[in-house]
């Protein structure tokens, strides 16, 4: 009886050693800066609040190809018991891919945060329904950076700013759609603005005919282009603010931003989000349906998206907008920071004019349309 209550001694002993710890395995697509923020940030963070848990950190390369190294590991573990990956952040087109194909768990109903996400992005993934399996890490977003100085009253819809463009030549510069996302997402912003229904095209279904009706506004496009500046590239629009080349362009926000507070950009540069609206993108936290450690999981991804976390780490550290709604973050960040990422474009207005790109067949159509009536 004794030798089997030491047994019982050692093997309670031993299941409360780090020998016995729980991994949680994360795997990121996309840069190394979010690769090295689930390690270096949230990793620690979550082992702290759940001691015996090992956090560890996976890249798989930035852009949709590390999301499709996800979702081929992910799919070629369909039939076994379990996968590698507890956690996966990843692109929107993988995302809806892997949801058809159930490789993800439904997992949002059990995460307080989720409630908090107004983004339709979390319902909608380029066309693909993923109501349940997603909620967005962050919110990259497209916005028109103009000089304070020279405009004092920037253009509030894209019909203002047609109309500025005309009566103030080659003030206003973006790349086109082949330098960088920035130009892409503002003809879009535009067929949206001009083109009919922008939520059919975010939403779907796919009608070939619908580009037919787009051409009055490629047109009017082709005419706007002519008294606008094509820069070389994401960076180049920036540049060209910068040295004051143009007065207005769409940027990346959080690229606006890092270049303000690098001095690569003077502090009378300010943003604004246009009506009806500008793309942007998220990138998303999701459960693999073959994880053994799914409560883990949840939690970890509950922490992520937390206000105090989404305030200090992805507004802060990287100056995205939080996958959250932002409202959820007034009184978590300091003024400073608040004033700095919601002045000039409010919660509100990222509410109601933060689109989504479309879905993939009417993209590749505007890509397509503007190659044939707008460039040539």
């Given at each position: 009886m004794r030798i089997l209550s030491i047994a019982c001694s050692l093997a309670a002993l031993i299941a409360a050693s780090p020998l016995a710890a729980q991994t949680l395995n994360v795997a990121t697509a996309g840069d190394q800066n979010m690769v090295d923020y689930v390690k270096d940030y949230l990793g620690p963070m979550f082992e702290k609040s759940h001691p015996g848990v090992k956090v560890v950190s996976v890249g798989t390369g930035p852009g949709d190809a590390g999301s499709q190294k996800i979702y081929e590991k992910l799919d070629a573990q369909k039939a076994g018991n379990a996968t590698d990956f507890d956690v996966v952040v990843i692109h929107q087109k993988a995302a809806g891919t892997m949801v058809k194909e159930g490789l993800l768990a439904k997992y949002t109903d059990k995460v307080e945060t989720a409630k908090m996400v107004s983004s339709e992005a979390a319902k909608n993934s380029l066309g693909s329904d993923v109501s349940g399996f997603v909620i967005p890490m962050f919110q990259s977003q497209t916005a028109l950076a103009y000089n304070a100085d020279l405009l004092k009253t920037p253009p509030n819809t894209f019909a203002e700013l047609k109309d500025w463009v005309a009566k103030n030549p080659k003030q206003f510069g973006y790349n086109g759609i082949k330098g960088g996302m920035s130009g892409v997402a503002f003809v879009t912003g535009w067929v949206y603005a001009f083109g009919g229904d922008a939520d059919k095209l975010i939403k779907g279904p796919y009608d070939p005919a619908v580009k037919a009706g787009w051409d009055k506004a490629l047109g009017e496009l082709k005419d706007f282009n002519k008294n606008v500046v094509i820069t070389p590239g994401n960076a180049g629009t920036l540049d060209m603010l910068n040295r004051g080349e143009i007065a207005m362009g769409p940027v990346w926000v959080d690229m606006f931003?890092?270049?303000?507070?690098?001095?690569?950009?003077?502090?009378?540069?300010?943003?604004?989000?246009?009506?009806?609206?500008?793309?942007?993108?998220?990138?998303?936290?999701?459960?693999?349906?073959?994880?053994?450690?799914?409560?883990?999981?949840?939690?970890?991804?509950?922490?992520?998206?937390?206000?105090?976390?989404?305030?200090?780490?992805?507004?802060?550290?990287?100056?995205?907008?939080?996958?959250?709604?932002?409202?959820?973050?007034?009184?978590?960040?300091?003024?400073?920071?608040?004033?700095?990422l919601f002045t000039d474009i409010t919660p509100a207005d990222l509410s109601a004019k933060a689109k989504s790109f479309p879905i993939a067949p009417y993209f590749n159509d505007i890509l397509e349309s503007y190659e044939k009536k707008v460039a040539n």
């Open positions: 931003y890092s270049w303000q507070a690098d001095g690569k950009l003077p502090p009378n540069m300010k943003l604004k989000l246009a009506a009806p609206g500008m793309p942007g993108q998220p990138m998303y936290y999701a459960v693999p349906d073959k994880t053994a450690n799914r409560k883990l999981a949840e939690e970890f991804i509950a922490l992520a998206t937390s206000p105090q976390v989404q305030a200090d780490g992805i507004v802060k550290k990287f100056n995205w907008y939080p996958g959250i709604d932002a409202k959820n973050l007034e009184g978590k960040l300091d003024q400073a920071a608040w004033n700095k």
